[in-house]
């Protein structure tokens, strides 16, 4: 019958609430999105072709992390993000190193183009005290 839906994982199958082409996908839509169709899943009983289920989530995911890289921050939110200062991105911009977009005297920076600084500090670890190095490191100096 024409219209008439066939459950995931059959041939002809449909995805139940299709995410409309080129909208943007929130993390909040992508948790509602899925939420409902467990719960939609879970009423009917239905059995689900695992590896097709997961092509769905998958994605989805792909295009909710697509359209938080299209997402256009302001310096200040930028700067935040990304852990670097605002003069530091202006500065980065000024040098042709990362593209934004200008409205006025204001920049706007695509959060995927974002620079990420590290928050690994290169340190030597400290050791426990050893009594018997340290012994021996102060009888060499004095021998």
Same mark, same amino acid.
């Given at each position: 019958?024409?219209? =008439?839906?066939?459950? &995931? #994982?059959?041939?002809g199958g449909q995805r139940f609430d299709k995410h409309p082409a080129g909208s943007t996908m929130t993390r909040e839509s992508f948790v509602t999105r899925?939420?409902?169709?467990?719960? =939609?899943?879970?009423? &009917? #009983?239905?059995?689900?072709?695992?590896?097709?289920?997961?092509?769905?989530?998958l994605a989805d995911v792909e295009a909710m992390l697509t359209s938080e890289d299209e997402a256009l921050l302001g310096l200040h939110d930028a700067a935040a993000r990304s852990g670097y200062s605002s003069d530091h991105l202006r500065r980065l911009h000024r040098l042709g190193r990362l593209p934004a977009r200008r409205d006025g005297r204001r920049l706007f920076f695509r959060a995927g183009d974002l620079p990420?600084?590290?928050?690994?500090v290169d340190v030597r670890p400290l050791r426990a005290y050893d009594p018997i190095a340290d012994a021996r490191r102060v009888?060499?100096?004095?021998?």
């Open positions: 019958m024409k219209g =008439e839906r066939r459950p &995931l #994982g059959e041939p899925w939420r409902g169709r467990r719960d =939609e899943l879970a009423r &009917l #009983g239905a059995h689900v072709d695992g590896a097709k289920l997961c092509d769905e989530v990420r600084k590290t928050n690994v009888a060499t100096r004095t021998s």
